[in-house]
């Protein structure tokens, strides 16, 4: 999927919501447990009662690699309903990988051809020979770690590097790769006011932004310092849409949640 | 496994060699291919010809998941096969994970609990509260990522952060984590002679040394600037051992290509 095809998603369904698929069998309601694959029957409850609402989801690995097998099998058959039935949907494996160059290939292998997923979030600390092989899958997009929404951010990505925060250094001298333009970026909610800064250094990408809900971060801050001409954010909610209710109701309660989010997006994307 | 365990290891077998398990079906004998799980059939032969020489074996987690369930299948029964055959081995998830607290919980569930790996290795780049979840399970241990063996270890890992080379600031705050005893850490041969600084922060750690053989580390070296009181050293060699020969002789090309190293360890070891 292009950018092109997603902003053109966005002003479709006035929405730039990213719904996270975190499926916890300890949080899912409990008359799903009995399901053959609980975890799957969750997630497709979830897209059908709310992609209208998003234009994205994003599984994070961690909560499927937790279940072994079963779980990455889990993933296969969630990425596969939502290539099969909503290819309109932009989706993210939300992976956080990084490697030496030939290991970096097969993770890109791994989620672009195996899992074909439209994008995966990298770890940048091991530099450039660790973020261009996914870079070189062209007609996909590599979503880098630059600011992240949790406390430990502060350990090393605000520490200044050379006259400039580390986040920001990495935001710089990514523009240099190979296929720098299939890049997008990590910027977390609850450092809305960065995000005047990052604009700065990239104008024009896409950035993908957690922390909204749950961890605190708030919309219309976001929206402020970071929307671009073409919109240029995905805002990312996942615990505060998917465990909205834990009953029978969860997938309309979800459908609530993510509602509320959009219709505060489509404001947003009205206002002059 | 602990550290005591792990020394005592080493000098039985004169080894503190780590053999990756970075399995491609590309690069394995062609013969294997029939197999119902070719992967698992080569770690199994590669094993059997080689535990007696090293002391610890580490599969890079995107050598499995390039092949979906499948490959995650793999992973696990080499795991197990472990575990049940070897105990005495010492394994690494090479997993270069690290996420926001709640999610590297998850995934140190996925290594620790479901796979039942001994130790997995972090990436550092979102700080301690990223790290330290994986410290909770205090009977295992978290390898972080220092110093890699790549050319792009250069971009930031190396950048002066407060007067101090990033690699070093990330060692230093380390050793505040809470459980931090029981991180071990990834220094790679490439830089070796950045070994001397590396015990200058932690003289006591055991640290992971890949980059020996096909990225050009040399042995020696490391073991000049890195051996400590209780070794404190294990040298990963993969492609150089896996892959000694890709004919129906690949187990014991692999024993001879592991004894060399193992008879190098040796006479290191037996240094005054």
């Known amino acids: 999927m292009t950018t092109h095809d997603l902003v053109k998603q966005i002003h479709l369904k006035k929405s730039f919501l990213c719904i996270g698929l975190d499926t916890d069998l300890e949080k899912i309601p409990s008359h799903l447990l009995a399901a053959e694959d609980p975890i799957f029957e969750f997630n497709k409850a979830i897209i059908d009662a709310t992609h209208h609402l998003c234009v994205a989801y994003k599984p994070n690995t961690a909560f ?3 279940y072994g097998s079963k779980g990455w099998k889990s993933l296969e058959k969630t990425i596969n309903y939502l290539n099969t039935k909503h290819p309109d949907i932009f989706t993210i494996a939300d992976a956080k990988r990084g490697d030496i160059g030939n290991t970096s290939t097969r993770y890109a292998k791994a989620f672009f051809e195996d899992l074909a997923f439209d994008s995966i979030t990298v770890a940048p600390y091991m530099g450039k020979d660790s973020v261009e092989p996914f870079l070189a899958f062209t007609d996909k997009h590599t979503i880098l770690l630059a ?17 400039v925060e580390l986040y920001k250094e990495v935001l710089r001298t990514s523009k240099t790769y190979a296929n720098a333009e299939n890049l997008m970026y990590v910027v977390g909610a609850t450092k809305a006011v960065c995000l005047k800064a990052v604009r700065e250094i990239v104008p024009n990408s896409f950035l993908l932004v957690p922390g909204i809900g749950a961890q605190g971060g708030n919309l219309e801050e976001v929206c402020r310092y970071g929307m671009n001409q073409q ?6 909610s996942s615990r505060g849409i998917i465990y909205a209710s834990n009953k029978k109701d969860f997938a309309e309660a979800a ?17 002059p």
């Open 255 to 271: 459908a609530k949640s993510a509602r509320k989010l959009q219709e505060q997006m489509r404001s947003e994307l009205e206002k």
């Open 231 to 236: 919109v240029g954010l995905l805002i990312n």
């Open 64 to 66: 499927y690699e937790a």
């Open 147 to 163: 600011l992240t929404s949790n406390e430990g951010a502060y350990d090393y990505q605000t520490k200044m590097v050379g006259g």
